[in-house]
């Protein structure tokens, strides 16, 4: 029985890859020849070999060490993996590269216990920081707190009287702001809200200072932005940091004009390192201009690809702005946010589909999802079009009905696995015991024939990839928790683990044909593990290190 097409293709093309392998090839040295190692190829023709070979920054040839010691030469490097286990590059299919440049330089708030927490971490920035510039943070979660009710800014502003501070949570759904941040910002109880977001108000109608979704705007458009060349000092940082993680590439999901330009000249003067896939962010001008030029890919040495566009549906399941189609469990005259009108989605994916442009757009809650699967349809049903590969991002909450839909439309789930292992302990009081059913329902998916990207949403998430490998395959924490894992039907075999990590990224790009697995004829981008993950106990995965990472054949991380 024939596997649905989207899955079917993105298995296939390595096999077809590697039939690319020119007959004249071992007739060339090679510039780098990788062996005695377990390399799984994540290609179905030669799933594991022990050697390969690389030249001009691609994969020339794979399989055993004594045919790739044919390809040996005068200046031919070799390097001796000494039985370790290879991969292929890992590519994050959904995450935010701007947004961990400027987390990287802004007070970490991750895994703070307590409110009064948060405010040590601030107080202590502020010892170092003058009076009246403003203070950033992010990572603050109020479900891991004891109580989860929005913080006030009163101990905030108690504390930090003298320094605008904004403290953003850790989904980037909602921020927290002091009163000299409000004040900056002219934000009264005579504020109005903009559609999509909501002021946190207390009983008299006075901002509690938090601010979620559309609202964030009223206070972050008056932060003060970094220069280009510090921009481009914290980008650099941040690669260094995917690289200490085996990360090769990401989806960035959502860039504006001047970074997408940012991005390309540190593609030019090669400064990037990176196989970054740029989805615009949702500006009417930035569409224009984009849709104007067409898709382009693999630009720069296969550095930057600008073919997709990022939308907004609704908001997050931790700041109750998901939208539901009942209301929240712990929350009963809520049912979340839309953030953009569905008939806005379908005219932009009209558009995309006429522009040559693949349409991402962000949906978590189950009435999110709907509301997108039912504009791409309209959209498709107007513009028929074969293999547009629309997604849709993070497809957390599903109704049962609409898991086939994905199939059906061509539409592709990109999820972040390390999402349920941070949510399952409190999404059950979001939802009730019912929705759970539908919830991170990734082997409901598979077996429908999509492909699933996997994703952390850095910096929503760690960076380290790792963490959601571990998340597909158990279904649990760090801990190991709970016992047999949540929801464990759910769970991802190994190998779809793997692949969710590297091809199917690469064919929720349209890059299948030039990375994504270790086939002949594609970039040399691979990892060196210190474990084998896909034979190790699950429990074992998390204490995997990596120990190189390579992007076109150069070394670019070495522990």
Do not use: C
């Not at 330089?105 to 405010?119: F, N």
């Not at 207390?202 to 705007?217: F, H, M, Y």
């Not at 003060?224 to 650099?236: D, G, V």
């Not at 349409?359 to 791409?376: P, Q």
């Amino acid at each position: 029985m024939l596997a649905p097409a989207p899955r079917a293709a993105a298995l296939a093309v390595a096999a077809l890859a590697s039939l690319a392998q020119p007959a004249t090839a071992q007739q060339t040295p090679a510039d780098l020849i990788v062996t005695n190692a377990r390399v799984y190829t994540v290609d179905d023709s030669r799933p594991l070999v022990e050697a390969f070979a690389v030249r001009n920054g691609r994969i020339v040839f794979t399989g055993s060490a004594r045919e790739a010691a044919s390809l040996k030469g005068a200046n031919t490097k070799v390097v001796d993996a000494g039985g370790r286990t290879i991969i292929p590059g890992m590519v994050d299919g959904h995450a935010h590269f701007n947004n961990l440049a400027k987390k990287l330089r802004s007070v970490d708030l991750v895994g703070t216990r307590s409110y009064d927490e948060v405010i040590a971490r601030v107080v202590e920035r502020a010892k170092t920081t003058p009076k009246g510039q403003w203070i950033i943070g992010r990572g603050w979660d109020q479900n891991a707190w004891g109580s989860t009710a929005f913080p006030t800014h009163d101990a905030l502003t108690a504390a930090l009287p003298d320094h605008p501070v904004l403290l953003e949570r850790i989904d980037g759904h909602a921020q927290l702001a002091n009163m000299a941040a409000m004040k900056v910002a002219g934000l009264t109880a005579a504020t109005k809200e903009p559609s999509g977001g909501k002021i946190v108000r207390d009983a008299k109608g006075v901002p509690t200072g938090v601010l979620v979704d559309n609202a964030e705007g009223i206070v972050s458009s008056k932060v003060p932005t970094p220069s280009i060349q510090e921009w481009r000092a914290m980008h650099k940082d941040a690669v260094k940091l995917m690289h200490r993680w085996g990360l090769v590439g990401m989806h960035d999901a959502g860039a504006s004009r001047e970074m997408i330009e940012l991005y390309e000249d540190m593609a030019k003067q090669k400064e990037l390192d990176l196989r970054l896939y740029i989805m615009i962010s949702d500006n009417a001008a930035a569409l224009t201009h984009y849709f104007g030029m067409g898709p382009r890919s693999a630009l720069y040495d296969g550095q930057v690809w600008v073919r997709a566009v990022k939308l907004y549906a609704d908001g997050a399941m931790g700041s109750r702005g998901a939208a539901l189609l009942e209301p929240y469990s712990d929350d009963a005259n809520n049912t979340g946010l839309l953030l953009s009108a569905p008939a806005h989605i379908q005219e932009v994916a009209e558009a995309g589909l006429k522009a040559g442009f693949q349409i991402n757009t962000h949906a978590i809650g189950d009435r999110g999802n709907r509301v997108v699967l039912d504009a791409y349809e309209k959209a498709l049903d107007k513009t028929p079009m074969a293999n547009h590969r629309f997604r849709v991002e993070h497809a957390q909450i599903l109704h049962q009905d609409d898991i086939p839909r994905f199939a059906q439309l061509g539409v592709i789930p990109s999820m972040q696995a390390s999402h349920q292992t941070s949510d399952m302990y409190w999404i059950g009081k979001r939802l009730g015991p019912t929705r759970l059913y539908g919830a991170y329902a990734w082997q409901s998916l598979l077996q429908t024939g999509v492909v699933i990207p996997n994703g952390s949403d850095f910096p929503v998430e760690e960076v380290n990839p790792l963490i959601s490998f571990h998340a597909s395959i158990a279904r649990q924490d760090a801990r190991d928790w709970p016992m047999g894992g949540w929801f464990p039907a759910e769970r991802m075999s190994r190998e779809d683990a793997l692949r969710s990590m590297t091809l199917w990224p690469a064919y929720a790009g349209f890059q299948e044909q030039e990375m994504g697995s270790i086939t002949p004829g594609k970039y040399a981008d691979f990892v060196i593990l210190d474990q084998d993950i896909m034979k190790v106990p699950a429990e074992m995965v998390l204490r995997t290190s990596v120990l190189a990472t390579y992007l076109g054949g150069r070394l670019v991380y070495a522990k």
